[in-house]
């Protein structure tokens, strides 16, 4: 599957690079350069919603640049000295607007970059919310019901990267109101879980991939929803921060994981949202598709060699333990892809 989505991705990336190294405005161009070539790995994770049940390029097309538009925004508003609140909800409207159905010229859309110091882009954000349109108008299962559930994923997101690169002494006390009115009363998570689980974009991937087979009912859409959020869309967030540890420490970005107790209560949470993933997964149509996603975060995540210089070695083992024998083994197939410069 690798050697097919690999390739693929790669092609889909090349014409956003080709599209951004247009653009007129320097510092939006080098974050957005920057943003695909580091973050490449978050488009070919996500594309394996395109192999669910069979390839569909027109799936992957829309993922690749969808993650596109989330990686470029995360950039824009973590690496280019800006601490805008009401900016970043603004640019991250880009992400409701491309799984809004509708032609891409439909009414509605707002200049992306009015709050934002930096606004000539050439098109670029604009030309990524029309594919990611264009792809969601061939998918006759996408109804109503189905891009409100992506739209409140979308939602979320947004306000989760709009409230957590503000400076630094506000963003938890908005974090937490955030989650008191958001988090629907969830006694089984903490504040920074439940943003957590708000930052991936999985759970918009699996819904879109329902849309795109043409067979999901609400109650399959609801199934999805709950075991991706948050349990899914949690532990990959989790495990992402969990290896950034270091690098987070360094430069005064927030992280979820610094939050738990002590090691212990970090070790019982994370092998928790892995229970929940993998139980959930299971009920889920197609569950060897879903949990293959699961044990493939697992793998991803603790293959980093950033596992290693954190001194994480010890619960990355309990956690592939835990994940099963497939794990172990994605594990070491990342490992190999790591080497061999395809991850």
Known sequence: MALWVVPRVDRELARWVAAVERCPDPELRKQGISS?????????????????????????????AYQTISDYLDNLCDRAGVEDGPAFARLHQAMLDAVTSGPPAAPG????????????????????????????????AYSDALEGRVLRLASLYRDLQAYKHVRGEERVPLLVEWFRREGGGSSDLAWWEFAAASGSTLGIFALLGLAATGEP????????????????????????????????????????????RDHAEMRERLGYFLDRALEGASGLPRPAFHRGVVRGIVALYLSDPKVRAGGLDDLAAFLLEKAGTDARAMWRACHLLRRAGLL
Request: proline fraction near 7%.
């Open 217 to 260: 009912g609400p109650d399959t859409a609801e199934r999805l929803l709950g075991v991706y959020s948050p349990w899914v869309c949690g532990l990959h967030i989790l495990l992402d921060y969990l290896i950034d540890q270091g690098e987070d420490a360094r430069g005064g970005d927030l992280n979820f994981v610094s939050f738990y």
């Open 109 to 140: 859309r707002c200049d992306y970059y009015a709050l934002y110091p930096h606004r000539a882009d050439g098109g670029y954000l604009r030309s990524l919310v029309d594919e990611c349109r264009r792809q969601v108008a061939r998918f006759p």
């Open 36 to 64: 695909i070539r580091h973050k490449r790995f978050h488009a070919i994770g996500g594309s394996v919603y395109g192999l669910d049940p069979h390839p569909r390029p027109d799936l992957i097309s829309l993922i690749v």
